[in-house]
């Protein structure tokens, strides 16, 4: 260790370093970055303070010499990535979408929702104009990172952001708190719409979970560290999302929009309701990962 405190002395040796460590021990990337080198400069960006919020952001910095000190910091993290298997942002606490921060532990799935984007742009076409949305519902919100970035997006509405676990909304009272938001975001520990009351909302977004379980027993360790009940939606994958289906047309306001993203699954989904007239969106993330029903479709 110490051989390697004394040969390796710049953040370009320490990138190339981790990187080659993290292809040896073949790590899998699906938590913010998709490759080696990106997700070797997020920890060391965030090791060495210097706000990791793009992994590109590590440039002017690659031939800067650490001190021993910042030698010892980042050594540290990127050998807990590999033996832990844990996920960087785990490590960091902290993941970016759609620009913003979030704070982030086990308790919430890391945010990488095909949603980001879709808020981002008003959720246009569909939402015509973003400042006549009134009430919005966040079903599943794990983190808060959808009801944050529709509060954004939307900014003369209400947000209910409602999870069936109780902890994955203490992460989310956190971030809600973090942009100022206790006013407009409610948070409700609710199983689906149970805890909701008799609100309507003019648009409900929902990242569910919806792996099915052959794709659970697949996993790469990685994705073991994120809370089972954020991922697994039984068999198909469509647990919840056959739930949802059934309930929400009661809770949409007439010309409401209903969108859930079922990642991978568009193909079950389309064979499972052939009599929905489902619209999947593209995103820059993904197309076809999210799809669109009016509640006069269900
Ligand atoms: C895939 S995560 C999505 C989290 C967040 N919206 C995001 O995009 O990062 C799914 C979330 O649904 C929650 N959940 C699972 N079953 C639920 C249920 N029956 N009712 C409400 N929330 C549920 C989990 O606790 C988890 O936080």
């Not at 590999?82 to 970016?96: D, F, N, V």
């Amino acid at each position: 260790m110490s051989e390697l405190l004394d040969d390796l002395i710049t953040i370009r040796d320490w990138l190339r370093w981790g990187a080659s460590r993290f292809h040896e021990a073949k790590l899998f990337f699906g938590h913010g970055c998709d490759n080696a080198h990106d997700e070797a400069a997020w920890l060391i960006l965030h090791a060495l303070h210097l706000p990791p919020d793009r992994p590109d952001q590590i440039a002017p910095y690659l031939d800067a010499r650490l001190t021993r000190h910042e030698r010892l910091a980042v050594l540290e993290l990127l050998q807990q990535r590999i033996a832990r298997r844990l996920p960087a942002a785990y490590l960091t606490h902290e993941a970016w979408q759609a620009g913003l921060r979030f704070y982030v532990d086990e308790r919430v799935l890391i945010p990488r929702s095909y949603f980001a984007d879709l808020l981002v742009e008003g959720f246009a076409p569909w939402v015509e104009d973003p400042d006549a949305i009134e009430h919005a519902l966040d079903l599943c919100t794990g983190s808060g990172c959808l009801a944050i970035l529709m509060a954004h997006a939307f900014p003369h509405a209400q947000i209910d952001a409602a999870d069936i676990s109780a902890d994955a909304l203490e992460v989310a009272r956190r971030n809600v708190a973090d942009y100022d938001l206790q006013e407009r975001v409610r948070l409700v520990e609710s199983d689906l719409f149970a805890g909701l009351g008799k609100r309507k909302y003019d648009l409900i977004v929902s990242n569910p979970p919806y792996v099915t379980a052959q794709a659970m027993r697949e996993l790469p360790a990685e994705y073991r560290h994120e809370p089972e009940g954020a991922l697994a939606a039984g068999e198909d994958g469509l647990d919840i999302v056959r739930r949802i289906l059934a309930e929400a047309k009661k809770y949409l306001k007439p010309h409401g929009l209903l969108a859930v993203e079922v990642g991978h699954n568009r193909d079950i989904m389309t064979a499972a309701f052939p009599q929905l007239p489902l619209t999947w969106l593209d995103t820059t993330s993904g197309e076809g990962k999210v799809f669109l029903l009016r509640r006069e479709d269900l």
